[in-house]
């Protein structure tokens, strides 16, 4: 259990003082064994004199509270001796559990339950979860994954439409009290499990969830250490198992290895782990207690997820959902109810980041109740408190990118990986998962390219796929097999101008030639198979190229703009505007900073939309706990006087920052003292592009009925649930899809592109910087696939934004105004009139006096109304019906109407979209 802004904690630190002052007595020829008895843990309070401790202290001790530089802690007779040798003062701590009088039952009915304001006993809980089982065998599956020290079961609820067989759909996981004096969430976890069944069919979301998802809940992870004081009760639990082993430092760690706490893996670790290595989980969460806070990735190192953002999302929902519901002052430790675990403070050996590093398991801790384990008749208010929130993260595995990775040729399922491309790190890509090929990419809203490849197979990599919080994004994947696949990696792939990049054949099939080309890159071409010291003297994207070949046949990969060259940014008092660049300090790449430094430096976003952010690599000035020595402040704007949005030194990383302030700037300020230089720093500036929201009107010729359009074609069973423009000549990849008709008034999908341009003359195919499948309502409005919102775009822009509209029928046209912001959005209406589009009525339709439209007529979408789209197109599929495209009024019917009505006056009409 982690903590801080402890409730009544003022009370606790005046006592402690008083008791400090008596402590070096206290801890001088402490006898142990004494103090241990039969017990096998201890917790004590004790302070020290910097962070720096605290970080030290938690590779040797278990840490359960830390506010400021106090700290309670925990640890078993071993791990108390060596504490002891340290002669940091202390003062020994009740147990949490210690005069507790719980109410238990042992003799329970599930179905009967009317209030939850017990703890059941272990034969209570057992019979607990087989009675879901007998009661719910369609939907519940109850089993043993292993054994503890004991021999008490782990058993874990497997709920699902049919929970007893393996089907495509992504796996989720909760389990609770790995500290076995951490009880809150142990009986709400079996009320969520009986909240679950019960409204199976009642409530369409859990219906949702039991139909879509498979949920794994695991109420008591550690059932030694909850019933240490027997059977029938929980008075005397233990935070460790019956080896007297905290479980929660027990396990693999990415950075301290196999075994970070000197102990062999518990049974307990044996069983979890063995568990998720045979299952696939795509998140979860493990509940503790003792503080309140959702406690995010990662817990070993400063270095911030690759998915930092989704977890701040995530976490923040799962807080602002419990404030909302329970009483103020709930939910709320460090201000907002949530923190990355190593800001709060380190471990190593957790579950959180075992999950996350190893089993690519979205997991993090809960800390849900301030006290471990409260009385039986406050579990009612908890749960009011938490249900929402357990839901909603549930419910968050349903997004991101899904869908399943396939042979090409026969279909098989494959075991593939699924990395989005410049976003990965520490092991956060993800796998499909076997025996269905499906797979589950969780994704903060964005834009990102994802390669999918597999042994034996060319990779594939999907561009622009658009991702919104909240809403789910449907890609299968189909994979070529080959006996030759070239493939390589480089040791860096972001590097500043001058820098030297090494390149490592990662080929498939024993090749025996190797062919490199460098674009930019000094030299500028090799034979090597492993070809190192490549310079790249100038700023810019560069492609790289490898054919290899086994003798028979040869095979190239050409990664484009796989190295970006970026200037060197030196702390300077200075003021720079960029997206672009690697930023150090004073010494540069390679140098160490120098004493009496004070610098102050700004730095703008060069897009129109942009904010700058800062991703530190590297970090390292003098250490001081209140960095009173050297220090690195940010600021949130374009000088001093913006909010200070941290104050960092030591090896305590800013790991990424980006602006939010108007400006979307950053102001850097350093200061060294007179004496100690260090490495200080390197961070890549970019530019975070803020959404743009766009508020448009346009019209359909065909559908158009005098005052709005015709919404004759959802009606009918052949209209898409998939965006239909992924086909020439608009070869558009993204993933928009709807799993129903989400809104009575749609008319159809069109194609919404955005090109940055100073003028309509300049807004060519080149400057394209996003498209998205849209639906077209009634009334001419455009929506995002939800049929609701205002579709957005996420990219950088830098000098004018010129929309175009394309639809499969109908000639294409482009805004002749750059888009204007006002209250936030970006608007037009393309229905005022001819001026409003490039070109007038050379492409454009008048559909009533003072209503313009989009012409309709263009079968092919070739920009043209002609005899091909009346010969070609409309001619074949006439007397037919459906989603087609020679139905050029939208009515579901392919008839003389079509050729009269719509094709007949746009003969000649063509596309005014500046090529």
Known sequence: MKYTMLKNYFAFSCLLVCLISMAPAIAQDVNSDSLFGERGELYFDFSVQSEKEIHELSGIISLDKVEGLSVRANANQKEFEVFLEMGIPFVISD????????VMKKDIVVDEIKAWDFYPTYEGYVSMMYQFQALYPQLCQVFSIGQSVQGRELLVARISDNAGTDENEPEFLYT????????????????????????YGVNPRITGFVDHLEIYINPLANPDGTYAGGNNTVSGATRRNANYVDLNRNYPDPEDGPHPDGYAWQPETVAFMNFAENRDFVSGANFHGGAEVCNYPWDTWPTLAADDDWWILVCNEYADTAQYYSPPGYLDDFGTGITNGYQWYTISGGRQDYMNYFRQCREFTMEISSVKTPPANQLNAFWGYNYRSFLNFIGQTLYGVQGTVTDSVTGQPLLAEIYVLNHEADSSWVYSSLPAGNYCRLLHQ???????????????????????????????????????????????????????????????????????????????TSSQQNPSNIVYPQAGTFNVSLTVSNGTVSHTTVKTGYITVS????????????????FYDSGGPSGNYSNYEDFV???????????????????????????????????????????????????????????????????????????????GWSALISCQADPVALNLKVLLQGPFNGTGMNVSLQGNPSFPLTQPYNTPPWNYTG???????????????????LRDAASLQEAVPSTVIGRKACFVLADGSVTDPDGVSLPEFMEPWYSGLFCAIWHRNHIGIISANSLQQSGGLYSYDFTTGAGQVAGGVNGYRQLVPGIWGMAGGDGNADGQVNNVDKNDVWAPSAGQGGYMCGDFNLDVQVNNGDKNDIWVPNTGLGCQVPE
Not at 183 to 194: F, G, K, P, S, W
Not at 621 to 649: M, R, V
Request: glycine share 8%; hydrophobic share 40%; aromatic share 12%.
């Open 95 to 102: 147990p949490p559990t210690q005069g507790f009088d719980p």
């Open 176 to 199: 609770s009290s790995i500290h076995g004096d951490e009880l809150t969430a142990y009986v709400l976890m079996l009320r969520l499990i009986d909240y679950l069944l019960t409204n």
């Open 446 to 524: 964005g834009t990102y390219n994802i390669r999918y490849s597999a042994p034996g197979y060319f990779p594939k990599t999907i561009e622009n796929v658009q991702v919104m919080n909240h809403q789910p994004v449907f890609l299968d994947v189909e994979l070529v097999a080959a006996t030759l696949i070239a493939d390589f990696t480089a040791s860096a792939t972001s590097v500043p101008v001058g820098a030297s990049v090494d390149f490592t054949d990662l080929s498939f099939g024993n090749p025996v030639s190797w062919q490199w080309t460098f674009e930019g890159g000094v030299p500028g």
């Open 567 to 582: 200037e060197e940014l030196i702390m300077s008092n200075n003021t720079i505007t960029t997206c672009s660049g690697t």
């Open 601 to 679: 430096m700004t730095i703008f976003p060069a897009a129109v939309n942009g904010k700058i952010t800062a991703v530190f690599t590297s970090f390292h000035l003098e250490y001081h706990s209140n960095c009173n020595y050297d220090w690195l402040k940010i600021y949130n704007g374009n000088n001093t006087s913006a909010p200070l949005l941290g104050t960092f030194c030591g090896t305590n990383s800013p790991g990424t920052i980006v602006a939010s302030g108007a400006s979307g700037s950053l102001t850097f300020s350093f200061h060294s003292d007179y004496s100690v230089t260090e490495p």
């Open 735 to 753: 993933a928009e899809a709807v799993a129903f008709i989400p809104n009575n008034q749609i008319v159809d999908w069109i194609l919404v592109e």
